[in-house]
Nanobody, 114 residues
Framework: QVQLVESGGGLVQPGGSLRLSCAAS????????MGWYRQPPGKRREWVAD???????SYGDSVKGRFTISRDNAKNTVYLQMNSLKSEDTSVYYC????????WGQGTQVTVSS
């Protein structure tokens, strides 16, 4: 059974930083592409970034240059470093695994507000 557990969300001021983590189990993590998505209040879930098994990354236009996705295969964990946060980044952030048994984590709330 695939399980994804996100952590690291919270309240941060505009311009601040947060690092999200997603711990995965039940998959062969090192060969699995992973992604981060978010769902702003009252809106549909949207793609943020993803990372392939070989470390290649892609980003949505709204976060490019501010967010960095990375992975640690030894820890079965994918990260999302978020810098220069804006109020419009306020969302529930979800981790997702691609390929076999795609699954969503429970989400972690990020609130950007002064």
């Amino acid at each position: 059974q695939v399980q994804l557990v996100e952590s690291g969300g919270g309240l941060v001021q505009p311009g601040g930083s947060l690092r999200l983590s997603c711990a995965a189990s039940g998959i062969v993590f090192s060969i699995t592409a992973m992604g981060w998505y978010r769902q702003p209040p009252g809106k549909r879930r949207e793609w943020v970034a993803d990372i392939s098994n070989d470390g290649s990354t892609s980003y949505g236009d709204s976060v490019k240059g501010r967010f960095t996705i990375s992975r640690d295969n030894a820890k079965n964990t994918v990260y999302l470093q978020m810098n220069s946060l804006k109020s419009e980044d306020t969302s529930v952030y979800y981790c997702h695994n691609f390929g076999v048994s795609p699954t969503w984590g429970q989400g972690t709330q990020v609130t950007v507000s002064s």
